[in-house]
């Protein structure tokens, strides 16, 4: 666009130098024909041969407009006003043929007089056209170059100014970004395009930089998760050694020496009671690679949460009494329906509760709660949440117990089972330590 409108101005400044010059070349040349050159007051002595050859004549009239002198033998007698203005418009015919004429007034002998010069109009064109021909024809070359080369010179200009007003609004913005995005290419998920200018390109940068964000917070969990995967299998690895290694051991004594069959009998209780550890850990595993991955759908009934609850303390009312534990049931009376998938629920609430039994002394006080809100809140007044695994208590392996293994059922995984049951549910379990007379509190919340 810009290229076309550089064209168009360097022809119309060709175009008005080239009619100034057609101007100043019919001016000269008409002037060796006009009446001002020609005649004077010794028209009687004047040279007309010049205008013979193109066929024209000089003509005197005196004041009555009555032709007193004519180089053309057939000229008429007198002109009328009509045919002077005509003769000077150049549309007086005479023999056929269109005349043009200049005139000039003059004085002789006290008298006035006017002269004409008449000449047929095809020799004015040619004239015109042809007078000083190889004088035009290089003025106009030398138009045409100039324009040329204006037209060059204002082009490089324009391209070179085009060139910094790109390099400043468009390329510099380009090589931040360029240069941020082979940062993240290269895993520096910390990179971020940094540049305040066009609108566009700040959009843009933004946009750059919340897409490297999710990238860096991708990064970050998919970390967490493999680590969470290693410290997974080491601790599993941890949790089964100790039961096996006494299964290993009491079946060898078994196998090896004669004992006295009390002595065997309980040996094989050990073997019984490790081999039920093994399976309930293997029992917890199973239902934790289930919850976490991402394609477990959910079995989901509609449920009264509130008759449910009652179902599951109903069921675990005699491990509470075994342990001198004094439960206190605040159950609303009101039916609260929710969708739930009644297996993995049960299992959250289990664990919930089964902290409560293997993990503090007898003789405390425990609380099952739930309100007309769907909140649940499972409570009791034993040992607190030691405070430095207070943030990773929900992670698996994690318990409060410095000696972790499968023989006090506390592998620590039942905590984790239960948040993502939870969560898988749509709801939240977080951990409120001394609430409302409490030493802690699991409090489970939905939307």
Not at 94 to 119: M, P, R, V
Not at 134 to 149: E, M, P, Q, R
Request: charged share 25%; aromatic share 12%.
């Amino acid at each position: 666009m810009l290229f076309s409108f550089m064209v168009v101005i360097c022809l119309l400044v060709s175009k008005f130098l080239v009619d100034s010059v057609g101007d100043k070349i019919l001016s000269e040349s008409m002037s060796n024909f006009f009446a001002d050159k020609i005649i004077d007051e010794n028209y009687e002595t004047t040279d007309f041969s010049m205008l013979q050859d193109i066929e024209g004549w000089a003509t005197i009239l005196d004041e009555n407009n009555q032709v007193i002198f004519s180089s053309n033998e057939n000229e008429r007698k007198e002109y009328s006003s009509k045919a002077l203005v005509k003769l000077h418009d150049g549309q007086e015919k005479i023999n056929g043929e269109n005349y043009f004429a200049t005139s000039k007034f003059f004085n002789k002998d006290g008298k006035e007089y006017l002269g004409l010069i008449c000449i047929p109009e095809k020799y004015i064109t040619y004239t015109i056209s042809l007078y000083n021909t190889t004088f035009s024809l290089h003025y106009i070359f030398l138009i045409f170059a100039g324009g040329v080369f204006i037209f060059i010179a204002g082009y490089i200009i324009t391209l070179l100014g085009i060139s910094y007003a790109m390099k400043r609004t468009i390329v510099k913005p380009l090589h931040y970004l360029t240069e941020a995005f082979t940062r993240v290419a290269e895993g520096q998920y910390d990179a971020r395009a940094e540049y305040d200018g066009i609108y566009e390109f700040v959009a843009l940068k933004n946009y750059f930089n919340v897409m490297v964000d999710k990238l860096q917070e991708m990064d970050n969990s998919q970390k967490k998760y493999y680590q969470q995967r290693q410290q997974l299998f080491a601790d599993l690895g941890h949790d089964l050694k100790t039961p096996i290694t006494v299964i290993r051991g009491n079946s060898s004594a078994l196998l090896e020496k004669e004992l006295p069959q009390e002595h065997q009998i309980k040996l094989l209780n050990s073997i019984n009671k490790n081999a039920v550890d093994i399976n309930e850990l293997i029992d917890f595993l199973v239902y934790y690679s289930k919850i976490d991955c991402a394609d477990y759908v959910l079995d989901l009934n509609r449920c009264d949460l509130a008759e449910y609850l009652r179902q599951i303390v109903i069921d675990k009312i005699d491990y509470f009494d075994d342990n001198e534990i004094e439960l206190q049931i605040d159950i609303t009376e009101k039916s609260i329906f929710l969708d739930i998938d009644e297996k993995m629920f049960k299992r959250a609430i289990d664990n919930l509760l089964n902290n409560i039994i293997q993990h503090n002394p007898k003789g405390i006080k425990a609380l099952i709660c739930l309100n007309d809100n769907k909140r649940i809140i499972i409570a009791d007044t034993g040992n607190k949440i030691p405070d430095n695994i207070i943030d990773d208590i929900f992670e698996p392996f994690v318990s409060g117990n410095k000696s972790r293994n499968a023989t006090d059922h506390n592998c620590g995984l039942g905590l984790s089972i239960s948040k993502k049951i939870i969560e898988k549910h749509g709801g939240q379990l977080h951990l409120a330590q001394d609430y409302e007379g409490f030493s802690k509190a699991f409090i489970i919340e939905f939307d």
